[in-house]
């Protein structure tokens, strides 16, 4: 019987995508339905037909596979943020593994060492930043996340995920905000105060810092009450207001104003101290960014000079300048590179020096000023690298490239450029930093020659 839209059919799951999804097969057409389990027989209902492909959802679990379990988030799968909370931890580590190995087998047509994905030792509780959207939700003040490909608020008291110190703050802030009068920001309007609760744990010492996203500079009402009650709610190290007057979707705008405390939350990471603020890129997961870290550490390490592309606040890369002669730091944001020349003065770290450009054309200007650097470090965005950066990191001629990566498919597309440019791809290490969601990190190791 060929598949149509509402048509019923009994299929049985044989694979995982990244997005969680499961994937059946029918008369050669492959039907991909979200929240199920490879193993599963389940009676479903098409909801969409394209010529190659369909999607469909569960009317009823027929058999439940061996990988399914079940999960505690009242709000899974609809805030969109978690991929496997239907499966087993192995099971999820398992499909993430295949699917860096299709990536750079099946597509990018390469043969490189796969080794065992690093694992988590935490899955839930494990991220140190949260941003909450707030709006209006049954007539009440309400946080939580957007759902998939939508500005809909799914409200969530308590995301898994987030530490429960977050939790409790957030109720905090919004019966503040309640009691006084704050409202709501509306994307349709433009009107409304109280945009984001944005919040950064240290692992350090636990503190965390709040930041309330406002739609323009009025003074948060009572603001010297709500702190009092954060600090009897939980360790804080500051209380900020972030200023976004503009209608856009990103979160932060460019003025921040420290209300009480201090305005950034201070870590370390494998012993390089820094101090985070509300703008600062910095990993989530901090026990796995010094697991990724460490990997990429070891390969990176040289007696000559590490030169860093998408150096972001230089975290990654000064946790290795012990382990290099000289470290060169690129990055084309100008608040991350202060960042970074703040973190190696911090830490009195001599050899390192940073420069404000484009990856690409930073570092062809180091080619004309004669660097030639033993290793380079890339950790570009999940676009990977621009159309003209392989070639000059060529015309660099490092014995080695290190490549960090949060795109399996951009990774293998990129690899198998560095291929056709004199360099063989040795091993790839994946590393799950984001437990529960539709991400896993890579560190792969190219050599000249």
Known sequence: MELSKNSKAVLSVTAMSLQGQGVAHHEGLAVFIPAAAIGD?????????????????????????????????????????????????EGELRV??????????????????????????????????????????????????????????IPCEDCLLQPAEFSRLTKIVLAHAEMYGITPYDERTGRGFLRHIYMRQSALDGKVLVCLVTNGGNAVPRQDELYQKLCGAAKICGLVQNINAKQTNVVLGGETRCLFGAPRIEDSVLGVALEVSPQSFYQVNHAQAERLYTIAGEAAATDGALLELHCGSGIMGLSMAGRCRELVGVDIVPSAIENAEKNAARNGIKNARFICADADEGAQGLIKQGLRPEVVLLDPPRTGCSAGLVDTVRRLAPRRVVYVSCNPATLARDCALFTQNGYSLGSVTPVDMFPRTAHVECVAVLERG
Do not use: M, W
């Open 96 to 153: 993430k593994a295949q699917a860096v190995e299709d990536a750079l087998v099946r597509l990018g047509k390469l043969s490189p060492r796969i080794e065992p994905i690093v694992p988590a030792r935490e899955t839930e509780r494990y991220r140190n930043k949260a941003q909450y959207p707030v709006a209006l939700a049954d007539g009440r003040l309400r946080a939580g996340f957007f759902a998939p490909r939508s500005h809909r608020l």
């Open 41 to 89: 027989v389940l009676e479903v209902t098409v909801t969409k037909r394209e010529k190659r492909l369909a999607y469909a959802k569960i009317d009823r679990i027929v058999t439940p596979g061996a990988d399914r379990q079940e999960q505690a988030c009242p709000v899974y799968p609809r805030c969109g943020g978690c991929a496997f909370r239907h499966v087993s931890y």
